[in-house]
């Protein structure tokens, strides 16, 4: 299917906190299930509509939060449009952790100011994390925020629209270079690999802003599905 944007997007967290069964629901809307921990890393993809009409399509790589697969993840934090760091309501652990998964991921991507949006997943189970301390952590770290209980029934394709609109905002608006985006021309040439090139140069200009969470009024914009 031909696209005028390509996004790359990288899912990364501690094991378990349920990044497999997050790309699975928001590619196929999949029942959750109980998932193997993954194998290095995973791929998926996913067209959405985005400003302007524009065609946008999202490559997910959801890399495995188990140790010894830590250096095959890393290498899958560079060339992103965006993350998506997840973390389990139910596990303190996971949530204390999240310094140091963005700690290593900016390590990887200085200077680039890559947008992160956090998820906290198992909504559905009893959590002892408080809004309060999520607050806190959302506006120390500059991070999206939202949460998800992936065993619902309800559709999560809208889930990671403050991401997207982030790096639309950001990238595209501004016409500023991204390693993770890629912009198709739509030429003659029958096969999309042909048509992508290594700029995120617009076609159009941006007309219709549409809003985003900051860090600011995140935790009041939380899309909670439970
Ligand atoms: N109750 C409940 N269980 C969940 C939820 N999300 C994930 N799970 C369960 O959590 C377990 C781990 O999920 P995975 O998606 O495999 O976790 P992961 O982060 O991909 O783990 P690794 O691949 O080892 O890094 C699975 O058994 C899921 O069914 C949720 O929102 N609620
Ligand atoms: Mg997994």
Redesign the pocket.
């Known amino acids: 299917m031909n696209y005028d944007y390509l996004y790359r997007l990288v899912i990364f967290?501690d094991?378990?906190?349920?990044?497999?069964?997050?790309m699975d629901k928001y590619i196929h809307n999949s029942v959750?299930?109980?998932?193997m921990?993954?194998i290095g890393v995973d791929f998926g993809t996913k067209h959405i509509i985005g400003p302007n009409d524009k065609k946008i399509k999202i490559h997910l790589w959801?890399t495995?939060?188990?140790a010894n697969f830590r250096s095959i993840a890393r290498s899958y934090y560079s060339n992103v449009a965006g993350a998506i760091l997840?973390f389990d309501k139910t596990n303190p652990n996971t949530f204390h952790n999240l310094p140091n998964w963005i700690s290593d991921f900016d390590s990887i991507n200085r200077n680039l100011d890559i947008p992160i949006i956090v998820i906290g997943?198992?909504?559905?189970?009893p959590t002892i994390i408080s809004d309060k301390e999520i607050t806190r952590f959302v506006n120390q770290y500059n991070v999206l925020y939202t949460e998800?209980?992936?065993?619902a029934k309800e559709d999560i394709s809208y889930i990671l629209q403050p991401l997207l609109d982030k790096i639309w905002e950001q990238f595209i608006v501004t016409n500023k270079m991204c390693p993770g985006i890629k912009f198709c021309t739509h030429g003659s040439l029958p096969r999309e690999e042909n048509t992508e090139q290594t700029t995120n140069t617009p076609t159009n200009s941006y007309s219709a802003p549409r809003s985003f969470l900051t860090k600011k009024n995140i935790i009041n914009n939380i899309c909670t599905i439970s």
């Open positions: 967290g094991s378990g906190v349920g990044k497999s069964s997050f959750l299930k109980t998932q921990p993954t959801d495995s939060g188990q997840v997943t198992k909504t559905d189970l998800v209980n992936l065993g």
